[in-house]
């Protein structure tokens, strides 16, 4: 081999004696190049931008020899620089891998929801509810046997099991020692209407009744032609209807027969009453003086009093039972308190009633299981 020979001539050429040893110079054999470290990547998939290694690294060397002998004389100084790079170059660093982060994957739009189509419709406008129809004692659509379809609040008018008025069979009563009732009635100021059913007149305070010593406030009195009450299947001309009510609700209705003649009681066994001669009453005359000349206006004359107490009979013995409103709601739970002695009137007054209300009463209803009850 070359290189071989290089090194025995070189070895031959120092054993020969030379005047001036320290003079002589052995050529200089650079070391071999120290071995790099080949970096390893953090990411296997990158390639590497370097030349491939020799393979043989004395055949480089002595390559590199032959090539600095053919160029000068003299020492020859073999240095690493002259040798082929079997490694890339330290200075060329890798490129740090650059994370590239995954963005996420974006869902895919929706399509847009299409807009709802509004059909506006014009409604027609809903019919107006057809008028409440007034309830009346005449035959009718708002007449007694309609008053329970009138409004729901009328039911008790066609199922109720006390309802008034009623027919009173004298001979049926249950005679008894009842309380007396004390009239605590003053004058007061008169206020009435006309409501188209029959004629009221406004109570005042301080007009009160006491029954069973319970205390109850006059609050109206009207007026019925001919009366609701009966008396063995008849009845009388005219009753007035003293209405009364405690302050927890409950009612009492003192009724006052009122007649001009005895013809309507015949089937009454006492009648010593009609052997007084029939006159004006002064109460009822104050009424039938003031009706307002227009239905459901408030009549109130200056300085026109009233005393309740002009529409009670001498005799305030009276029968007793529960009973009901006489109108709509029919409500149950009221005493009544009929008189047994009637108020006298002329045939005048009875007329002149008549001719603003005629047959406001409403029909007998059925008595059922209940008591009367007559004072003794």
Known sequence: MAGGSIAIAAEEKAKEPSPTTAQTAKPTIAPAAPSIATPVSKNPAAPVAAAKPSSNSDQDMAEALVKKISKSS?????????????????????????????????????????????????????????????????????????????????????????????????????KGNLSPIVFEYQPFLLS?????????????????????????????????????????????????????????????????????????????????????????NPLFQIVLSHVPLVRNQVASPRNVAINPLQLLPEDRTYYTYMGSLTEPPCTEGVTWIIMKTPLLVTPQQIHSFGQIHNNNVRPLQPQGDRIVKEIR
């Open 74 to 174: 003299g020492d020859i100084v073999l240095r690493s620089s002259d040798l082929p790079p079997p490694y890339p170059d330290p200075k060329a660093q890798a490129k740090p891998e650059v994370k590239v982060e995954k963005k996420a994957e974006a869902k895919p739009k929706e399509p847009p929801k299409p807009e709802p189509i509004i059909i506006i419709v014009k409604e027609e406008p809903a019919p107006p509810p057809p008028p409440e129809i007034p309830w009346t004692y005449v035959d009718g659509p708002g007449g007694p046997k309609n008053w329970a379809t009138l409004r729901k609040e009328n039911q008790l008018c066609e199922v109720g099991k006390m309802q008034s008025p009623i027919n009173i069979i004298t001979d049926n009563t249950v």
């Open 192 to 280: 009435l209407l006309d409501n188209g059913r029959s004629v009221e007149v406004s109570g005042r305070a301080n007009n009160n009744i006491v029954l069973n010593e319970k205390k109850y406030r006059l609050v109206a009195i009207h007026f019925h032609k001919p009366s609701e009450e009966a008396f063995n299947g008849e009845r009388a001309e005219m009753s007035a209807h003293l209405v009364h009510e405690h302050y927890d609700g409950s009612k009492v209705i003192v009724a006052v027969l009122m007649g001009s003649s005895s013809r309507l009681f015949d089937g009454v066994p006492e009648k010593k009453w009609w052997n007084n001669a029939t006159q004006d």
